[in-house]
Structure formats: structure tokens, C-alpha cells
């Protein structure tokens, strides 16, 4: 059901056909601003606007971070722009990911707390607050978020999927070898207390916030108040802040900001019921770019709008990683990945990749590491939730998802100008899709001759034979 909103309008009937989760934490809200930020140069330069403006707090939730991370335009590390809101009277407080031994093949990418890095923090004299926070077995607290001034007229978030990773920090277009092609939202108004709410949960029992190397700046008894009362009305997007959560992860609770009582010891999936449930409402368009493909549930809801004459294109890594590739061609696979390469059959299906110049008269692939899906220009999520089955039932993630036809509608334009080299606002989401595939097709074949005068970036990838 559509829940009542933070400012007294009951949202009875939504005016999109994509109709939210039935059980989440947090409801739809309306009347946010929201602005889709593609690629990593792009985004994070923004986000550090908003530290720099920021008059009261900055929190953030943070996985993978690696060693030589720069923020853009020379403003130099995380911890140099963290540092310099402190010294601005600012309360920074940030939750990383601290791997627990069945995932610490991931400790070179993070920032774990190790002893050389606290001592780092020491020679820095870093003096804003750090929790450290494991996921339970062998999941990640994969959520990366930004809140400005939490709680404030001011307040801003930013959810997506962005790593701390200089291989992200570019510019769309991805002129160069290397890069990562990825996104954010950038959020003002009611549900940005969505995400100030669960930045409260987590930061109150992270789970290392007792122990001795757990918090840095602090002692473990410093904990958040939960937002009473949501941000006021800010634009005209439909909002909703979706997780995942892994059942019995946190027993401490608080109703969401002018909204029902969670019960979240039974867990969160509203991420992966989301999105089975926008691909089954879709009536013309699905537009997915994804790092993971991996889940027979998301398959089969595509195969039942391939059926409906939906068009549909998927926008993956165009190589595996090779631990991922090694775990795919394990017999147990098998047989999802026959379900997975049947979607070729449907002339209204597209798989691709994207490649960039790199400057030595060829192309480079760009790895997909965006986790977002468009329905008929009318509906849209973005965030950390990857299609496999680790992202939508263990780790700890988050989505925003838009209804907002002219905000998505503009997000379509821009992802499909970069990817294809041409505007498509001229056409409508149908269309779109059935000229990304054209492009896509004729770009593999310039690929197979040996030709990298492409149009735009994408190429077709081989549903038969890919992750095989």
C-alpha cells in the first residue's frame, strides 16, 4: 500500500502503473527534488559542493575505498575533505565496512581499521568520528550514501552505488583505459530523512561500536537521536528509499519520520520486490545498466515482458572480473545461465557492454558498475543493489526509486547521449531502445573488423555465450 506522506497527502493511488514493494521501512513520499548524477567525476564533485556548503553535519556510509582515492578538481583525499569540514565546526561522522574473515580477500579495498590506518588518522590528527560496522557472514554493508546537515532545512542525500575508487572518478564519455561507468542521485526533501534515519540505525549498533578499535573520535555511548519529523517539501518526485537488510541485523528500531513503525528484525528485501515488480508493470520500456545479471527471478520477469512486446536492454560489464567469471562456469550455473541467454531469442531484447577511446587509436571497455533500471520514462531506481543474489537477500544496501516521468525521461536522454552518441529526446522510451540496440549492433560489428570509429560507446554482447 502507498503510505501517507510527510505532509498530510494520502498517496492512495500512485499515477504511475510501477506500484512500490508492499513491505519497506520507509514510505513514498512526494514532493522531493531529485538530480541524477552519471559517472564518478561528476558525482563527486558534487558531493563535496554540498560538504563544502554544509553548516551543521556530514555523515556517510562508505564500503570499498581504495588507498590512492582522490576527490576531484585537487581537492585531494576523502580525509582532506573530511578534515576540512571539521575544522569548519562541522560534525562528520562516517560508518565504513569492516570485512569479517569469510570476506577479507576485500581488505586491500577498504578501510578496515587496521592499525597503520588509525595510526594514519593519528599523524593526521582527523578528529571527525568513525563506527566500523561488519555485515553478517560472508555479506557486505555495501551502502554508500551521503547526507548534508541531517535533520535541517539544508539537508541533502545522495545515494548510489559509486566506490571510492580512482578508476571512477571520470567524466561520461570514459576517454581513456581503466574506467568505471557508474551513478548517483542526489536527493532534497522528505525522503532525504529517509536516509538520515538509517544512517542513525546503523550508526547506533554498528556492530564494532564497543570494541576497543571500533570508533575513532569518540567512545561507543555517543548515540544519534532518530528524525522526528521529514524534510519539507523540496520538487515534484515521488520518492521512496528502499534496502536491503538481512534478517535479525538490527533490533533497534524507530518509526520513520512522520511514518508507520518498522519491524526491521525480520529483514528488508524491498529492493529486490521492486524490482520485480517495475519489469512486471512495464508496459513499453526496461532500460537496466547493472555490474551483476545474476538472479533467475529478474530473468524470468524480463522473459514475461519480452513476451508482452516490451523492449528491453541490459547494459553489463562486457568482461567479468576473473573471479567472477571462475564462479559462473561452475556446473551449478548451468542452468541458469541457459535461462539467462533464451532472452536472445526475442528480436526486442539487447545485451551490451560500452567502450571508450583510450587514446592508442582503439577501444577500452568500461566497466559497468551502475546499478540502475528506467520503466516506460516514467519510473526509476539507483543505488548499490547489484543483481545477485548477495545484493538483494545478505548485504546491506540502498536504493532510491523515482516516479517521476519528466526526471526520468531527462535521466534516459543523458545516459543514451553518452552511450550512444546521439540525442534521443526526439523519441519516446520505445524507440529509444530499439535505436541503443541498432547502435549497439552496428558498433560489434565495426568491433569484429577491427574498426574503433564507433558511434557513442555501446556494443552488442552475445546473450549465448556471455559470463560463460
Same mark, same amino acid.
Given at each position: 500500500?502507498?503510505?501517507?506522506?510527510?505532509?498530510?497527502?494520502?498517496?492512495?493511488?500512485?499515477?504511475?502503473?510501477?506500484?512500490?514493494?508492499?513491505?519497506?521501512?520507509?514510505?513514498?513520499?512526494?514532493?522531493?527534488?531529485?538530480?541524477?548524477?552519471?559517472?564518478?567525476?561528476?558525482?563527486?564533485?558534487?558531493?563535496?559542493?554540498?560538504?563544502?556548503?554544509?553548516?551543521?553535519?556530514?555523515?556517510?556510509?562508505?564500503?570499498?575505498?581504495?588507498?590512492?582515492?582522490?576527490?576531484?578538481?585537487?581537492?585531494?583525499?576523502?580525509?582532506?575533505?573530511?578534515?576540512?569540514?571539521?575544522?569548519?565546526?562541522?560534525?562528520?561522522?562516517?560508518?565504513?565496512?569492516?570485512?569479517?574473515?569469510?570476506?577479507?580477500?576485500?581488505?586491500?579495498?577498504?578501510?578496515?581499521?587496521?592499525?597503520?590506518?588509525?595510526?594514519?588518522?593519528?599523524?593526521?590528527?582527523?578528529?571527525?568520528?568513525?563506527?566500523?560496522?561488519?555485515?553478517?557472514?560472508?555479506?557486505?554493508?555495501?551502502?554508500?550514501?551521503?547526507?548534508?546537515?541531517?535533520?535541517?532545512?539544508?539537508?541533502?542525500?545522495?545515494?548510489?552505488?559509486?566506490?571510492?575508487?580512482?578508476?571512477?572518478?571520470?567524466?561520461?564519455?570514459?576517454?581513456?583505459?581503466?574506467?568505471?561507468?557508474?551513478?548517483?542521485?542526489?536527493?532534497?526533501?522528505?525522503?532525504?530523512?529517509?536516509?538520515?534515519?538509517?544512517?542513525?540505525?546503523?550508526?547506533?549498533?554498528?556492530?564494532?561500536?564497543?570494541?576497543?578499535?571500533?570508533?575513532?573520535?569518540?567512545?561507543?555511548?555517543?548515540?544519534?537521536?532518530?528524525?522526528?519529523?521529514?524534510?519539507?517539501?523540496?520538487?515534484?518526485?515521488?520518492?521512496?528509499?528502499?534496502?536491503?537488510?538481512?534478517?535479525?541485523?538490527?533490533?533497534?528500531?524507530?518509526?520513520?519520520?512522520?511514518?508507520?513503525?518498522?519491524?526491521?528484525?525480520?529483514?528488508?528485501?524491498?529492493?529486490?520486490?521492486?524490482?520485480?515488480?517495475?519489469?512486471?508493470?512495464?508496459?513499453?520500456?526496461?532500460?537496466?545498466?547493472?555490474?551483476?545479471?545474476?538472479?533467475?527471478?529478474?530473468?524470468?520477469?524480463?522473459?514475461?515482458?519480452?513476451?508482452?512486446?516490451?523492449?528491453?536492454?541490459?547494459?553489463?560489464?562486457?568482461?567479468?572480473?576473473?573471479?567472477?567469471?571462475?564462479?559462473?562456469?561452475?556446473? %551449478?550455473?548451468? $542452468?541458469? !545461465? @541457459?535461462? #539467462? &541467454? /533464451? *532472452?536472445?531469442? =526475442?528480436?526486442?531484447?539487447?545485451?551490451?557492454?560500452?567502450?571508450?577511446?583510450?587514446?592508442?587509436?582503439?577501444?577500452?571497455?568500461?566497466?559497468?558498475?551502475?546499478?540502475?533500471?528506467?520503466?516506460?520514462?516514467?519510473?526509476?531506481?539507483?543505488?548499490?543493489?547489484?543483481?545477485?543474489?548477495?545484493?538483494?537477500?545478505?548485504?546491506?544496501?540502498?536504493?532510491?526509486?523515482?516516479?517521476?516521468?519528466?526526471?526520468?525521461?531527462?535521466?534516459?536522454?543523458?545516459?543514451?547521449?553518452?552511450?550512444?552518441? %546521439?540525442?534521443? $529526446?526526439? !523519441? @519516446?522510451? #520505445? &524507440? /529509444? *531502445?530499439?535505436? =541503443?540496440?541498432?547502435?549497439?549492433?552496428?558498433?560489434?560489428?565495426?568491433?569484429?573488423?577491427?574498426?574503433?570509429?564507433?558511434?557513442?560507446?555501446?556494443?552488442?554482447?552475445?546473450?549465448?555465450?556471455?559470463?560463460?
Amino acid at each position: 500500500m502507498w503510505l501517507s506522506d510527510s505532509v498530510g497527502v494520502n498517496l492512495a493511488e500512485p499515477e504511475s502503473r510501477v506500484p512500490p514493494p508492499s513491505r519497506g521501512s520507509y514510505p513514498v513520499r512526494p514532493r522531493n527534488r531529485v538530480r541524477p548524477l552519471i559517472d564518478g567525476e561528476v558525482a563527486f564533485r558534487r558531493i563535496c559542493q554540498a560538504i563544502e556548503a554544509a553548516r551543521y553535519s556530514v555523515w556517510t556510509t562508505i564500503a570499498f575505498m581504495m588507498p590512492d582515492f582522490l576527490m576531484p578538481d585537487g581537492r585531494g583525499s576523502l580525509f582532506d575533505v573530511l578534515d576540512g569540514a571539521v575544522a569548519r565546526g562541522v560534525d562528520v561522522r562516517v560508518i565504513f565496512w569492516r570485512p569479517n574473515p569469510e570476506t577479507s580477500r576485500f581488505e586491500p579495498r577498504v578501510f578496515s581499521g587496521t592499525p597503520a590506518q588509525r595510526q594514519m588518522l593519528t599523524e593526521r590528527n582527523s578528529q571527525f568520528r568513525i563506527r566500523w560496522d561488519r555485515a553478517l557472514t560472508g555479506n557486505c554493508q555495501h551502502q554508500k550514501s551521503w547526507l548534508i546537515d541531517a535533520g535541517q532545512a539544508s539537508e541533502i542525500a545522495f545515494v548510489g552505488g559509486i566506490n571510492l575508487n580512482p578508476k571512477s572518478v571520470v567524466s561520461p564519455g570514459h576517454p581513456g583505459e581503466g574506467h568505471n561507468h557508474d551513478a548517483y542521485v542526489e536527493i532534497a526533501g522528505p525522503s532525504a530523512s529517509d536516509v538520515h534515519h538509517n544512517f542513525v540505525q546503523r550508526w547506533n549498533q554498528a556492530s564494532e561500536r564497543m570494541a576497543k578499535d571500533g570508533v575513532w573520535g569518540h567512545d561507543g555511548d555517543d548515540e544519534l537521536a532518530f528524525p522526528v519529523e521529514a524534510s519539507g517539501p523540496q520538487g515534484d518526485s515521488v520518492v521512496q528509499i528502499q534496502r536491503t537488510v538481512r534478517a535479525g541485523r538490527y533490533t533497534q528500531s524507530a518509526p520513520a519520520p512522520n511514518g508507520p513503525a518498522i519491524d526491521i528484525a525480520e529483514g528488508e528485501t524491498s529492493i529486490f520486490e521492486q524490482y520485480c515488480l517495475a519489469i512486471r508493470s512495464a508496459q513499453h520500456s526496461v532500460y537496466i545498466e547493472n555490474q551483476a545479471f545474476e538472479v533467475s527471478e529478474i530473468v524470468s520477469a524480463l522473459n514475461g515482458a519480452l513476451e508482452r512486446g516490451v523492449e528491453v536492454v541490459v547494459l553489463v560489464p562486457a568482461e567479468l572480473d576473473s573471479a567472477d567469471h571462475a564462479r559462473l562456469r561452475r556446473p %551449478e550455473w548451468r $542452468a541458469f !545461465l @541457459d535461462e #539467462r &541467454a /533464451a *532472452l536472445g531469442r =526475442y528480436d526486442n531484447f539487447g545485451l551490451a557492454g560500452i567502450a571508450g577511446l583510450n587514446g592508442n587509436g582503439g577501444r577500452s571497455d568500461v566497466y559497468v558498475h551502475a546499478k540502475l533500471m528506467l520503466v516506460d520514462d516514467e519510473w526509476a531506481t539507483i543505488g548499490s543493489g547489484n543483481l545477485h543474489a548477495n545484493s538483494l537477500f545478505g548485504s546491506t544496501e540502498m536504493n532510491a526509486s523515482i516516479w517521476d516521468p519528466a526526471a526520468v525521461r531527462t535521466l534516459r536522454c543523458e545516459l543514451f547521449s553518452e552511450h550512444l552518441g %546521439e540525442k534521443t $529526446a526526439h !523519441l @519516446d522510451a #520505445r &524507440a /529509444a *531502445l530499439r535505436f =541503443y540496440r541498432q547502435v549497439a549492433r552496428d558498433n560489434r560489428q565495426k568491433k569484429d573488423t577491427g574498426d574503433s570509429q564507433w558511434q557513442g560507446l555501446a556494443y552488442r554482447l552475445d546473450p549465448a555465450t556471455y559470463g560463460r
